[in-house]
């Protein structure tokens, strides 16, 4: 009915006489449905009938049947429906207002886009744009295999594609989330009256309102798959490990109870992490930094044997986890009440040979300076931030 009505009608033809004010009203929400129309047609629907309709089959015939559909798509099906039901439902509402006899009266546009976006599109969207970052590394952790790969390869060269690749059709839903403000706002500036423009200010309220609780969920959500893929990757070292002078006889280690690191970092939120070097016995090691709410966390980057490869400096945290590293804790977790930053000047560094550095103290409840870690930045940018 969509695509009939698409070929079928021109859409200056049905407005020509309109006067100029419902002219722009209908011309702007004539582009809410033609934009609705591309996003249905060509994003949500290539990606569920080449890309989950095959992966699908695939698996009937049990090929790449350990590959979690969910996790990639995740509530995709759905997002198909509401986006049909919303574009039938719109279609209708334009009809009306083209004054094209249609059986049946239908809701007013500003009911249907109550309905429609407080019921089913923004919690809809919500649950999709939840799994998105998960989608994004599990496709990730896909690719290197040469059975899912073809299965890429051969969907993308789909026509329906359009040379879009399948990371670029996943996005296209958050990318619809954020238009909407934008295209019910332009509705709204070409409202009949002020109460028609205030009840579509409401409209695009509770879209804004649900972007801005999407975002908090999302930093959660990212915090806590970091915070628990960390968790397994920091390495505590036993107290007669840390400090050599601690003799421990061997049969009372079990008394000294291992650090539970779940409950050093569990319900914390890491606010910034990166990688330093460390100037230490005269050499130079890499460390990461972790900076929690409340302590820092220096450890040493132990990278993983099978992957020896070295990273780039500016390499991020995920890709240093996907790696397998491990992160062992230099010292005790520094209290961030009890640390003490000092910038090392340009002629200090210079005569140093440490450029772009600058000393953490850790003090004791007396103010004594107990344990210093000069560290250097890869530049004054990161250095400042």
């Given at each position: 009915?969509?695509?009939?009505?698409?070929?079928?009608c021109d859409?200056?033809?049905?407005m020509?006489?309109?006067?100029?004010?419902?002219?722009k009203?209908?011309?702007?929400?004539?582009?809410?449905?033609?934009?609705?129309?591309?996003y249905?047609?060509d994003q949500?629907?290539?990606?569920?009938e080449?890309?989950?309709?095959?992966?699908?089959?695939?698996?009937?015939?049990?090929?790449?049947?350990d590959?979690?559909?969910?996790?990639?798509?995740?509530n995709?099906?759905e997002l198909?429906?509401?986006?049909?039901?919303?574009?039938?439902?719109?279609?209708?509402?334009?009809?009306?207002?083209?004054?094209?006899?249609?059986?049946?009266?239908?809701?007013?546009?500003?009911?249907?886009?109550?309905?429609?976006?407080?019921?089913?599109?923004?919690?809809c969207?919500q649950?999709?744009?939840?799994?998105?970052?998960?989608a994004?590394?599990?496709l990730?952790?896909?690719?290197?295999?040469?059975?899912?790969?073809?299965?890429?390869?051969?969907?993308?060269?789909?026509?329906?594609?359009?040379?879009?690749?399948?990371?670029?059709?996943?996005?296209?839903?958050?990318?619809?989330?954020?238009?909407?403000?934008?295209?019910?706002r332009?509705?709204?500036?070409?409202?009949?009256?002020?109460?028609?423009?205030?009840?579509?200010?409401?409209?695009?309220?509770?879209?804004?309102?649900?972007?801005?609780?999407?975002e908090?969920?999302?930093?959660?959500?990212?915090?806590?798959?970091?915070?628990?893929?960390?968790?397994d990757?920091?390495?505590?070292?036993?107290?007669w490990?840390r400090?050599?002078?601690?003799?421990i006889?061997?049969?009372?280690?079990?008394?000294?109870?291992?650090?539970?690191?779940?409950?050093?970092?569990?319900h914390?939120?890491?606010l910034?992490?990166g990688?330093?070097?460390?100037?230490?016995?005269?050499?130079?090691?890499?460390?990461?930094?972790?900076?929690?709410?409340?302590?820092?966390?220096?450890?040493?980057i132990?990278?993983?044997?099978?992957?020896?490869?070295?990273?780039?400096?500016?390499?991020?945290?995920?890709?240093?986890?996907?790696?397998?590293?491990?992160?062992?804790?230099?010292?005790?977790p520094?209290?961030l009440?009890?640390?003490?930053?000092?910038?090392?000047?340009?002629?200090?560094?210079?005569?140093?040979?440490?450029s772009?550095?600058?000393i953490?103290?850790?003090?004791?409840?007396?103010?004594?300076?107990?344990?210093?870690?000069?560290?250097?930045?890869?530049?004054?940018?990161?250095?400042?931030?």
């Amino acid at each position: 009915m969509v695509l009939e009505f698409l070929r079928d009608c021109d859409s200056s033809q049905l407005m020509s006489d309109c006067d100029p004010q419902d002219y722009k009203r209908q011309e702007a929400i004539w582009e809410l449905f033609t934009s609705e129309c591309v996003y249905f047609l060509d994003q949500l629907m290539v990606l569920k009938e080449v890309f989950l309709a095959t992966l699908t089959n695939l698996q009937m015939r049990d090929y790449l049947s350990d590959v979690d559909t969910w996790r990639l798509f995740a509530n995709l099906n759905e997002l198909c429906l509401v986006s049909f039901g919303f574009l039938t439902s719109l279609l209708h509402v334009i009809k009306e207002s083209w004054e094209i006899p249609v059986a049946g009266a239908g809701p007013t546009l500003l009911e249907l886009l109550h309905k429609a976006i407080q019921e089913s599109i923004c919690h809809c969207l919500q649950k999709y744009c939840l799994n998105y970052s998960t989608a994004l590394f599990y496709l990730d952790s896909l690719k290197h295999r040469e059975d899912f790969g073809s299965y890429v390869k051969w969907c993308e060269r789909n026509q329906e594609c359009r040379r879009l690749q399948l990371r670029d059709l996943l996005v296209a839903p958050l990318q619809r989330l954020t238009r909407y403000p934008l295209l019910l706002r332009n509705v709204g500036k070409r409202s009949r009256t002020e109460e028609e423009e205030s009840a579509l200010q409401s409209v695009v309220e509770q879209v804004d309102t649900s972007i801005c609780d999407l975002e908090g969920k999302v930093k959660w959500l990212d915090n806590y798959q970091k915070v628990k893929l960390l968790r397994d990757a920091l390495v505590w070292l036993p107290v007669w490990e840390r400090d050599k002078r601690a003799f421990i006889p061997e049969n009372l280690k079990h008394l000294l109870k291992a650090v539970t690191l779940e409950n050093l970092i569990a319900h914390r939120c890491l606010l910034h992490e990166g990688k330093l070097v460390l100037t230490e016995n005269a050499k130079l090691h890499d460390v990461y930094l972790f900076l929690f709410d409340d302590f820092l966390l220096i450890t040493k980057i132990k990278r993983n044997k099978k992957n020896p490869l070295r990273l780039p400096q500016n390499q991020e945290l995920d890709q240093l986890l996907k790696e397998g590293c491990t992160f062992t804790v230099l010292d005790q977790p520094i209290s961030l009440d009890r640390l003490q930053l000092r910038s090392v000047d340009q002629l200090n560094a210079a005569a140093s040979g440490l450029s772009q550095s600058f000393i953490i103290m850790h003090q004791n409840r007396y103010q004594q300076c107990i344990a210093a870690f000069i560290l250097q930045a890869p530049s004054e940018a990161v250095k400042v931030q």
